[in-house]
């Protein structure tokens, strides 16, 4: 893996808009194409092989989870717990993660996965495929995001409430969060299924029907949202699930609660000692003496601490930490140009499908943290 300065398309950022991709800059460029990262197939082989086999450890961890009853060490609320594992059991499909790998002297390393409402899915899935046909349309990506997004929705439709429409929602502020909501809605509109999009604070509850409701009065079966769960279990509005006589079907599922949770990855740790892709984790500093300190459900970097020797050599501030924390051993990320850069590496239908780069220069990637594109050689 190596990053190539090269020169900015010509109004890159008219290119962009017209694929629907406005959050291309805020103060700085969030889109970067200014560099691009170049991968051998070896390395993208490898980087598919870790996907692949991180994926069915989250799913063992999930079982162990369960069958151990450890919820108390993701902070889960115990009424949530019959609902877990109901949609776990009937097995309420899932379409996506992204798995956030530093890949450092041919090592890859599980830093973290966002199993429940992963970003940057439109960038690396259309964005950077259509900046490589402008670059260098004989190249090749690792990404096949678009493709195997529909072909899932194709194998999740017979899963939905037949006759009903599969509604998509996220909050309204966000123009990162409905961008990605929409190209998953229209991925499922390729893939056959009717849909509708309603912002999440636009969802009723009829007390009386105990069902929720869309802006016409229809009840909402099928239900798609890039909305945590630990919100919603928060949320006055979001315990309703719970008793919601028609009982909607959620994408992502709850279950996916306990792989979003960063507990997951001490529990990985004590069920898979030693394994390559993994680095040590638990609930508290234990012996460790270079490490991340990382609340159980931060986000964008947020209340993040790197420790050396007792002594704290970067951090984050932010609104998290109360739920309690995990320690994983800190790994240095690859270093290019001064560019500390983390490959998310995406599971669709539950193969590995692609990735995208984001880079920070800074050693804790953040909401900063900048987009770039990349190529196989």
């Not at 690396?124 to 490589?132: K, P, S």
């Not at 123009?175 to 190209?183: K, M, R, S, V």
């Not at 960063?262 to 500093?285: C, E, R, S, T, V």
């Amino acid at each position: 893996m190596k990053r190539v300065s090269v020169t900015p398309r010509h109004k890159w950022q008219e290119a962009v808009e017209q694929l629907g991709f406005g959050f291309h800059s805020t103060e700085v460029p969030y889109w970067n194409e200014s560099a691009y990262y170049s991968f051998t197939m070896n390395e993208v082989q490898a980087i598919e092989e870790a996907t692949a086999e991180l994926w069915q450890l989250c799913l063992g961890a999930v079982q162990h989870i369960i069958d151990n009853q450890l919820y108390h060490l993701l902070g889960i609320p115990p009424e949530w717990i019959p609902y877990i594992e109901k949609t776990w059991n009937e097995e309420h499909p899932a379409i996506y993660g992204r798995f956030d790998l530093a890949y450092t002297n041919g090592q890859i390393k599980l830093l973290e996965f966002n199993a429940d409402t992963p970003t940057s899915l439109y960038e690396a899935g259309i964005v950077q495929w259509f900046w490589l046909q402008d670059f260098d349309k004989s190249k090749d990506q690792f990404n096949s995001i678009h493709e195997k997004l529909i072909a899932t929705w194709q194998y999740l439709q017979p899963y939905l409430h037949a006759n009903a429409p599969l509604h998509f929602t996220c909050v309204k502020q966000s123009l990162e969060d409905l961008t990605n909501t929409e190209y998953l809605r229209d991925c499922a509109i390729q893939a056959g299924i009717n849909t509708s999009l309603i912002y999440i604070d636009d969802i009723g509850w009829h007390e009386t029907e105990a069902c929720f409701k869309d802006m016409d009065n229809e009840t909402i079966k099928n239900l798609f949202k890039l909305y945590p769960w630990e919100w919603l279990t928060k949320d006055y509005f979001g315990k309703n699930i719970l008793t919601a006589a028609n009982e909607t079907l959620w994408i992502e599922p709850a279950w996916k609660m306990l792989l979003s949770n960063k507990a997951i990855l001490p529990i990985l740790w004590q069920l898979y000692p030693n394994h390559p892709y993994l680095l040590p984790a638990y609930f508290d500093a234990h012996s460790l003496t270079h490490y991340v300190q990382k609340p159980l459900l931060s986000r964008e970097g947020a209340n993040v601490t790197i420790v050396n020797n007792h002594t704290t050599v970067a951090s984050t501030s932010g609104e998290y930490g109360a739920e309690g924390y995990v320690y994983q051993q800190y790994v240095p990320l690859s270093q290019e140009d001064n560019h500390s850069p983390v490959i998310g590496s995406w599971v669709i239908g539950q193969v590995p499908a692609g990735i995208g780069i984001r880079e920070s220069d800074t050693p804790i990637t953040n909401n900063t943290s900048r987009f770039v594109p990349h190529l196989i050689e």
